[in-house]
Nanobody, 114 residues
């Protein structure tokens, strides 16, 4: 299974971006999907996750500003990011758990200018 993340870019503080993560076709159920991010010199951190049933979880730093969703028919996860801040600048990576195996996407860069 391959994960393709896209939608990153350069945006001014207060702006919005929508990230997408598409998984290649699989006959297996994709369980949890998630977005992680990693800024230069920092550890990778969980931004948000969503279960196959649609149960969501958010890091405190993004709660109220980011919204995660998924379309199971398309094997695609989305991250709507609003009120972006310079500290949201990072590479954003998608993650998927499929029958106990972990898969990572290649990442998409989000840069927020002040």
């Amino acid at each position: 299974v391959q994960l393709q993340a896209y939608g990153g870019g350069l945006v001014q503080a207060g702006g919005s971006l929508r990230l997408s993560c598409a998984a290649s076709k699989t006959s297996f159920t994709i369980n949890t999907m998630a977005w992680y991010r990693q800024a230069p010199g920092k550890q990778r951190e969980l931004v948000s996750s969503i279960s196959s049933a649609g149960i969501t979880n958010y890091a405190v730093s993004v709660k109220g500003r980011f919204t995660v969703s998924r379309d199971n028919a398309k094997n695609t996860m989305y991250l709507e990011m609003n009120s972006l801040k310079p500290e949201d600048t990072a590479g954003y990576y998608c993650y998927a758990n499929i029958i106990g195996r972990v898969f990572w996407g290649q990442g998409t860069q989000v840069t927020v200018s002040s």
